[in-house]
């Protein structure tokens, strides 16, 4: 398989494209390559990175293709399953990102209501993590 030779010669599988996707992002978003989102993530690729100016990570994108399921394969729905389990296996929620895309799409867009709540939301995440940042360091030896 292509996806573990590129990983095998050290492909960076958290690298961020010109359009704000890793590679596995575009695994899943690309025709549903379920199969090749596992072999990523079970390679080390990071489930949690943001796309920049938004809050939406891997599991929104996952759940997001649920809206074309009817045409998925026998195979594709049997691998978004394992893709699913995988995620929450890894801390994921399924209902919380259900519950971030139906908060973002009822923001208005046309009055800039979309623009101005997801602002607040990424600096009030961005702010949440280096508060855990800093919680998690040693203690400063002062001498």
Same mark, same amino acid.
């Given at each position: ?94 209902? !919380? ?26 600096? !009030? ?19």
């Amino acid at each position: 398989m292509k996806a573990a030779l590129l990983i095998e010669k050290g492909i960076d599988v958290n690298h961020m494209d010109g359009g704000w996707s890793t590679p596995v992002m575009l695994a899943v978003s690309a025709g549903g390559q379920y199969n090749i989102a596992l072999i990523l993530l079970t390679s080390g690729a990071d489930h949690r990175i943001y796309k920049p100016k938004s809050n939406t990570r891997l599991i929104h994108i996952v759940v997001g293709q649920e809206r074309i399921s009817e045409a998925w394969t026998p195979q594709q729905k049997a691998e978004y399953k394992q893709l699913v389990k995988w995620l929450e296996d890894h801390g994921e929620s399924v209902v !919380q990102a259900k519950a971030d895309i139906e908060r973002w799409r009822s923001w208005s867009t046309t009055t800039g209501e979309h623009h101005r709540k997801m602002d607040a939301e990424i600096a !009030q995440r961005k702010a949440r993590v280096a508060r855990e940042k800093r919680a998690a360091e040693p203690p400063k030896d002062n001498d």
